[in-house]
T-cell receptor, first 114, second 114 residues
Framework: DQQVKQNSPSLSVQEGRISILNCDYT??????FLWYKKYPAEGPTFLIS?????DKNEDGRFTVFLNKSAKHLSLHIVPSQPGDSAVYFC?????????????FGTGTRLKVLA | DTGVSQNPRHKITKRGQNVTFRCDPI?????LYWYRQTLGQGPEFLTY????????KSRLLSDRFSAERPKGSFSTLEIQRTEQGDSAMYLC????????????FGPGTRLTVL
C-alpha cells in the first residue's frame, strides 16, 4: 500500500520556467510533509517542509503548497535552473500517531533544459 | 565534515554471507534512521532509533536484518545470510527531536549480492 504517491515519474521544463512537482497521499494522519532532492550517487538533500497547519511555505525559489482536503501537495520551483535537474521525493510523517518515521514517494525526475 | 557519514560506500558480497554497515550521524542528533532504496523507488523505511532505543521497525524487515545503536551515537545495520534481493542502496539519516526537524541523509552504502 503506497501511502505517498508521485504519479509523474519524470518532468521536463525549460530553463526559467516554473516546475511543478506533485504528490498525493492517502493517510489523513500525516501532519508533516517534506521535499527532498537527490543527485546520482548522493543521499537525498532536504529542500523544504510544511506542517499540516499551513497551506503554503516559501523558501527562495521553492514553494510548497498543501491541500489537505484533496490530500495533495505540490512543489513549485520558479525560475527553474539547470542545476535543479535531479530526482525529487516527497515524504510524510504522522507524528500524532506517535511515530517519527517518514514515508517516501517514488520520486519524480526533473530535467531542466537550458 | 559534520554531515552524516556511512561506511563502506560500496559492498559486494556473495549470497549467504553476512554484511555490516556503519552510520555516524550528526553529533547532536538523537534520532537515527535506516532506509533501503532500490532502483526507481523512494527510500523505504527500515527502522529508527531515538538515542539508543530502537523505537520502530518495519514489518517488511526480515529476521535476517538487525540494527543497533549501543551508545546513542553511531549505528550498525547487519544483514545475515544475504540474498540477491537484498541488493540495494542502504541510507542512513539523522535528525534532532522536535516536531518539525528534518532528516539529514548520508551518502548511502550500495550493496551488491552476487
Amino acid at each position: 500500500d503506497q501511502q505517498v504517491k508521485q504519479n509523474s515519474p519524470s518532468l521536463s521544463v525549460q530553463e526559467g520556467r516554473i516546475s511543478i512537482l506533485n504528490c498525493d497521499y492517502t493517510n489523513s494522519m500525516f501532519d508533516y510533509f517534506l521535499w527532498y532532492k537527490k543527485y546520482p550517487a548522493e543521499g537525498p538533500t532536504f529542500l523544504i517542509s510544511i506542517s499540516s497547519i499551513k497551506d503554503k511555505n516559501e523558501d527562495g525559489r521553492f514553494t510548497v503548497f498543501l491541500n489537505k482536503s484533496a490530500k495533495h501537495l505540490s512543489l513549485h520551483i520558479v525560475p527553474s535552473q539547470p542545476g535543479d535537474s535531479a530526482v525529487y521525493f516527497c515524504a510524510a510523517r504522522a507524528t500524532t500517531s506517535g511515530t517519527y518515521k517518514y514515508i517516501f514517494g517514488t520520486g519524480t525526475r526533473l530535467k531542466v533544459l537550458a | 565534515d559534520t554531515g552524516v557519514s556511512q561506511n563502506p560506500r560500496h559492498k559486494i558480497t556473495k549470497r549467504g554471507q553476512n554484511v555490516t554497515f556503519r552510520c555516524d550521524p550528526i553529533s547532536e542528533h538523537n534520532r537515527l534512521y535506516w532506509y533501503r532504496q532500490t532502483l526507481g523507488q523512494g527510500p523505504e523505511f527500515l527502522t529508527y532509533f531515538q538515542n539508543e532505543a530502537q523505537l520502530e521497525k518495519s514489518r517488511l524487515l526480515s529476521d535476517r536484518f538487525s540494527a543497533e545503536r549501543p551508545k546513542g551515537s553511531f549505528s550498525t545495520l547487519e544483514i545475515q545470510r544475504t540474498e540477491q534481493g537484498d541488493s540495494a542502496m542502504y541510507l542512513c539519516a539523522s535528525s534532532f527531536s522536535g516536531h518539525n526537524n528534518e532528516q539529514f541523509f548520508g551518502p548511502g552504502t550500495r550493496l551488491t549480492v552476487l
